[in-house]
């Protein structure tokens, strides 16, 4: 589910579910926790995020997406990578849609191959990420990309990703972790007070209660039903605004 390799002082942590392009189940979650557990009690300076078999993460696994509890434990991984005391790099190829534009939204540095994909098609399915994700996003990717991923669904390439600074190099997970290598030979109380430095510029803010509120509308809706029906049908939703 979750492989976790040592590369000296660099945790490579695969998601490995390729029957389902890695999308990410309660099981993945809690395996992505307990990585993250691993890499800041086994001392690491990097730990870079992939995906096994040509996909980095498709999203969450729709059979699980609605339980509040799986939604809580996405928001936990999240924060864990973000806030982690080391670098964290997302190691990017073929799908990162949803969930996994996410996760590497919450990274602190990106390399993607430039077919790569980047998208959070949630207006697809009628349901919403949280506000931190979108907070980040725009720190990230800015508010152009960020509007046109949000908004009109759209998806980018990881050269088109590259070339708007969202992703800082192009390059397989050879090239990460021959990167993360690099990194682990510097100053780590240096990188940890700057990564501080860098999360508080983003100035990120708790979710209004009027986004709280339209994230609740919409994940009460019947819309979100109609969407993930579309999504198991495969076929085109059918949205009402309801």
Same mark, same amino acid.
């Given at each position: 589910?979750?492989?976790?390799?040592?590369? =000296?002082?660099?945790?490579?942590?695969?998601?490995?579910?390729?029957?389902?392009?890695?999308?990410? =189940?309660?099981?993945?979650?809690?395996?992505?926790?307990?990585?993250?557990?691993? /890499?800041?009690?086994?001392?690491?300076?990097?730990?870079?995020?992939?995906?096994?078999?040509?996909?980095?993460?498709?999203?969450?696994?729709?059979?699980?997406?609605?339980?509040?509890?799986?939604?809580?434990?996405?928001?936990?991984?999240?924060?864990?990578?973000?806030?982690?005391?080391?670098?964290?790099?997302?190691?990017?190829?073929?799908?990162?849609?949803?969930?996994?534009?996410?996760?590497?939204?919450?990274?602190?540095?990106?390399?993607?191959?430039?077919? /790569?994909?980047?998208?959070?098609?949630?207006?697809?399915?009628?349901?919403?990420?949280?506000?931190?994700?979108?907070?980040?996003?725009?720190?990230?990717?800015?508010?152009?990309?960020?509007?046109?991923?949000?908004?009109?669904?759209?998806?980018?390439?990881?050269? =088109?990703?590259?070339?708007?600074?969202?992703?800082?190099?192009?390059?397989?997970?050879? =090239?990460?972790?021959?990167?993360?290598?690099?990194?682990?030979?510097? /100053?780590?109380?240096?990188?940890?007070?700057?990564?501080?430095?860098?999360?508080?510029?983003?100035?990120?803010?708790?979710?209004?209660?009027?986004?709280?509120?339209?994230?609740?509308?919409?994940?009460?809706?019947?819309?979100?039903?109609?969407?993930?029906?579309?999504?198991?049908?495969?076929?085109?939703?059918?949205?009402?605004?309801?």
């Amino acid at each position: 589910m979750i492989r976790t390799e040592w590369h =000296d002082r660099v945790l490579c942590v695969t998601i490995d579910r390729p029957e389902r392009r890695n999308a990410l =189940d309660a099981d993945a979650l809690e395996g992505l926790l307990a990585a993250t557990a691993t /890499a800041s009690t086994g001392d690491a300076r990097v730990l870079v995020l992939t995906g096994a078999e040509g996909h980095f993460c498709a999203g969450a696994d729709l059979s699980g997406v609605e339980d509040p509890a799986f939604v809580q434990r996405l928001n936990e991984v999240l924060e864990g990578l973000r806030s982690a005391r080391f670098p964290t790099i997302a190691a990017v190829d073929g799908a990162a849609l949803g969930a996994g534009t996410q996760l590497a939204v919450a990274c602190d540095l990106r390399v993607a191959t430039p077919t /790569a994909t980047f998208g959070i098609p949630a207006a697809r399915l009628g349901l919403m990420v949280d506000g931190w994700t979108v907070q980040r996003l725009v720190s990230m990717a800015g508010q152009g990309t960020a509007r046109a991923m949000l908004l009109a669904a759209e998806t980018f390439p990881g050269a =088109d990703a590259h070339r708007t600074g969202f992703v800082q190099r192009l390059g397989g997970l050879d =090239d990460a972790l021959e990167w993360a290598g690099a990194i682990a030979q510097l /100053a780590p109380l240096t990188i940890a007070g700057h990564k501080i430095g860098c999360n508080e510029a983003e100035n990120l803010v708790a979710a209004s209660d009027t986004y709280r509120a339209a994230w609740a509308e919409a994940w009460a809706s019947a819309d979100l039903a109609e969407g993930l029906a579309a999504f198991n049908e495969r076929r085109g939703a059918r949205f009402a605004g309801e």
